[in-house]
């Protein structure tokens, strides 16, 4: 392993211990806290184990998330039988200084924009490395209905982006992932955001501008700090 990703492997784990630490002071005995999906959510699944007998309960933003935090002994519920979810804890492809992000790395980008939803807090955790002015150098990921792939493709170039089929890769609602590039610099997001929803086939896209962050914790080489969104 090289340098650089053991030390952005330590800015996601103090990143999700503080996290976990914030968790802690927005929960009581009822509270359902919303799981994110990637390595830091993984982090901080983790360490909110070490806490178990104080979470009455958590929605998960995919099986595989949903599948550690059991292994925890961790309960897991569905998202229709919770009325409310106190906070959602989730990473970031990419985050500008808006708190609007780019999600879907890992391809759970519909579950995590359904909890984001729900969420009264969505509380974003990511290392400095996901920290950009503009949105739109990593490729954003577009969730969509298999028949509708090439159909959403060409819409896709005619917004001037270019999309790759992520392939071999299905998403835990049974659809494909478009990745598209060179959209950079994405702006305003919330406009792009809208038409990307509005293209038929499309089941849902990256970009979380509508429903960005409440608070994210970016965790840098002098230490995790606490940012509010930049009007
Ligand atoms: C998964 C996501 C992740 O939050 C995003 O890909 C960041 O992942 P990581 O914490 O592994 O860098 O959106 O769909």
Redesign the pocket.
């Known amino acids: 392993m090289t340098a650089e990703k053991l030390s952005q492997d330590a800015l996601?784990r103090a990143v999700a211990a503080a996290a976990v630490e914030y968790t802690l002071t927005r929960i009581d005995d009822k509270s359902i806290i919303g799981i994110?999906?990637?390595?830091?959510?993984n982090c901080y699944i983790d360490l909110l184990a070490a806490h178990k007998a104080k979470i009455y309960g958590t929605v998960a933003s995919s099986e595989a998330s949903a599948e550690r935090l059991r292994g925890h002994g961790i309960p897991v519920y569905d998202l229709n039988a919770v009325d409310e979810v106190t906070i959602y804890v989730?990473?970031?492809?990419e985050t500008n200084p808006h708190l609007e992000l780019i999600?879907?790395?890992?391809?759970?980008?519909t579950r995590?924009k359904i909890v984001a939803a729900v969420a009264r807090e969505f509380l974003c955790i990511a290392d400095e490395s996901k920290w950009v002015d503009h949105l739109g150098t990593f490729p954003l990921p577009v969730e969509v209905v298999p028949m509708a792939r090439s159909h959403v493709a060409r819409q896709l170039v005619k917004l001037g982006g270019d999309p790759v089929y992520r392939l071999g890769v299905l998403t835990d609602n049974g659809n494909v992932i478009l990745d598209v590039h060179h959209l950079c610099p994405i702006s305003p997001a919330r406009e792009l955001e809208e038409k990307l929803n509005n293209i038929t086939g499309v089941v849902t896209n990256g970009l979380f501008a509508l429903r960005p962050a409440d608070v994210l914790m970016l965790g840098t080489a002098d230490g995790v700090k606490i940012v509010y969104a930049k009007d």
């Open positions: 996601k994110g999906t990637g390595s830091t959510a989730d990473g970031a492809d999600k879907g790395g890992g391809a759970a980008l995590e």
